[in-house]
């Protein structure tokens, strides 16, 4: 729902423009941070409790019925994201190679920008705010195998899913019996790492 409205405010006549989707971004996220905190001020223990594990990003209080509605909708995006590879791979180049390949520029973005949002709404609503796995799995997987769309995609894809994994085996381990949220392991391994990207030239490729 967010990053579908972020799209909306960010669109402007001839595509999406990266500054308004920075500022759509930035306002909307202050907007529904209000609102989580209307609706935690307003909550039960129990359901302040849930909501605290959602946005500390915790897989242990999510809901296995709603399971096949979140995979259809990370499928669809999956199937989207693939099927524009290679439109992908020329946009890496620069615009002005994807639209002399025949590509649409704005066109290619829109349709990216969906199926990231439908991948985004699916992971968010039923594990929480998980960070980090976004920014960083895609770029070590590129480092590792490639900057080829049509394999880095399903890559991403595969070892976002096994470091969530690691991170959640970390949180119910480490300090047993207690849970660590894992969200909270994925900003640990996540941030120094970060940080270093930060100090690369190469950052903005990320």
Do not use: Q
């Not at 990370?74 to 992908?88: P, T, Y």
């Not at 946009?91 to 002005?96: A, Q």
């Amino acid at each position: 729902m967010v990053s579908i409205l972020v799209g909306i405010f960010g669109w402007k006549r001839g595509g999406l423009w990266p500054e308004r989707l920075l500022l759509a971004g930035i306002g909307l996220s202050f907007l529904f941070h209000a609102v989580i905190m209307l609706l935690i001020s307003m909550s039960t223990n129990e359901r302040l409790i849930r909501v605290v594990l959602w946005m500390f990003g915790d897989l242990s209080m999510a809901d296995w019925s709603l399971i096949p509605y979140g995979l259809l909708l990370v499928i669809s995006g999956l199937m989207i994201s693939f099927s524009r590879s290679k439109a992908l791979n020329a946009l890496i180049l620069g615009d002005e190679f994807a639209h002399s390949l025949g590509f649409s520029v704005n066109k290619e973005r829109l349709l990216l920008f969906v199926s990231i949002s439908l991948m985004t709404a699916a992971s968010v609503s039923l594990g929480g705010t998980i960070g980090f796995i976004g920014l960083l799995v895609p770029h070590i997987m590129r480092f590792l195998i490639g900057a080829d769309s049509r394999i880095l995609i399903p890559a991403s894809a595969i070892g976002g899913g096994v470091f969530l994994c690691v991170a959640d085996l970390i949180g119910r381990s480490i300090m047993a019996p207690t849970e660590i949220p894992s969200g909270i392991i994925t900003a640990i391994i996540g941030s120094p790492y970060f940080l270093y990207l930060l100090r690369r030239k190469d950052v903005l490729n990320i």
